[in-house]
């Protein structure tokens, strides 16, 4: 296939942890022949006998599992998908993928499957790809996960750099008030003192005649308590 190149096998330079001759690969459905599978930290690259190959770098790896069942593939093996196009899938896809997409992108996907001669290498097999995998994270994830807002140096601060944040008090607050602010501060106030107010006016419960004194902070209810007031009443249904 066109996409198949010549390039020097990976070695403990690239971080090579696993390697595994006699391996066949097959991608979507086509034997690519039998060679040798790399599993390096940098990528992971298979040739054949010839030195003709390919590499598929890690963030584009979405998905790779040991595949034992059968029924889907006659043969035991490492299964790996890749988000791309390759060989000659690529070149035939783009028309077709001009026409038929819209306003949304679909991500193009490959399925490679290596098989090697020795099916219990496959769990040495995986357990590296993981490894190196783990190596080489989503940046989408990181990103995620990182505040959009401005952030507080306090390192740069205490060193007189940058803009320092600005707390007022409450008294300095209103005196940087504009004219509408101030009014409708006043208007806010006026509505919570007549929510205020009003909880008091319940008939045969509390009056504001019945508050005399504040102690503490706490209000303090002189009324005399009316013996039987809620006693067996009779509530109309």
Same mark, same amino acid.
């Given at each position: 296939?066109?996409? $198949?190149?010549?390039?020097?096998?990976?070695?403990? *330079?690239?971080?090579?942890?696993?390697?595994? &001759?006699?391996?066949?690969?097959? $991608? =979507?459905?086509?034997?690519? !022949?039998?060679?040798?599978?790399?599993?390096?930290?940098?990528?992971?690259?298979?040739?054949? !006998?010839?030195?003709?190959?390919?590499?598929?770098?890690? &963030?584009?790896?979405?998905?790779?599992?040991?595949?034992?069942? $059968?029924?889907? @593939?006659?043969?035991?093996?490492?299964?790996?998908?890749? =988000?791309?196009?390759? !060989?000659?899938?690529?070149?035939?896809? #783009?028309?077709?993928?001009?026409?038929?997409?819209?306003?949304?992108? /679909?991500?193009? /996907?490959?399925?490679?499957?290596? #098989?090697?001669?020795?099916?219990?290498?496959?769990?040495?097999?995986?357990?590296?790809?993981?490894?190196?995998? *783990?190596?080489? &994270?989503?940046?989408?994830?990181?990103?995620?996960?990182?505040?959009?807002?401005?952030? @507080?140096? #306090?390192?740069?601060?205490?060193?007189?750099?940058?803009? /320092?944040?600005?707390?007022?008090? @409450?008294?300095?607050?209103?005196?940087?008030?504009?004219?509408?602010?101030?009014?409708?501060?006043?208007?806010?106030?006026?509505?919570?003192?007549?929510?205020?107010?009003?909880?008091?006016?319940?008939?045969?419960?509390?009056?504001?005649?019945? /508050?005399?004194?504040?102690?503490? !902070?706490?209000?303090?209810?002189?009324? &005399?308590?009316?013996?039987?007031?809620?006693?067996?009443?009779? #509530?109309?249904?």
């Amino acid at each position: 296939m066109s996409f $198949l190149r010549s390039f020097p096998p990976p070695g403990s *330079a690239q971080g090579l942890r696993q390697q595994q &001759p006699d391996t066949e690969a097959v $991608l =979507n459905g086509k034997d690519l !022949g039998t060679g040798t599978l790399y599993i390096a930290e940098s990528r992971l690259s298979w040739l054949d !006998g010839s030195g003709l190959g390919f590499s598929l770098e890690y &963030p584009t790896i979405s998905l790779h599992a040991v595949s034992r069942d $059968l029924n889907a @593939y006659p043969r035991e093996h490492l299964y790996v998908m890749v =988000n791309a196009k390759f !060989g000659e899938e690529s070149k035939e896809s #783009v028309a077709d993928e001009e026409e038929e997409e819209s306003d949304d992108d /679909i991500e193009p /996907i490959a399925e490679f499957r290596f #098989v090697p001669s020795d099916k219990s290498a496959l769990e040495a097999l995986f357990t590296a790809m993981c490894e190196c995998q *783990a190596l080489h &994270p989503d940046p989408e994830d990181e990103d995620s996960d990182d505040y959009d807002g401005d952030e @507080y140096d #306090v390192e740069a601060h205490e060193q007189g750099q940058g803009d /320092i944040p600005t707390f007022y008090t @409450y008294e300095e607050g209103l005196s940087h008030l504009t004219a509408e602010g101030q009014a409708t501060l006043e208007r806010l106030e006026g509505m919570l003192s007549q929510s205020v107010s009003s909880q008091y006016n319940m008939a045969g419960v509390r009056t504001e005649d019945s /508050i005399t004194d504040y102690e503490d !902070g706490m209000e303090v209810d002189t009324t &005399p308590t009316v013996a039987g007031q809620f006693e067996d009443a009779d #509530v109309d249904h």
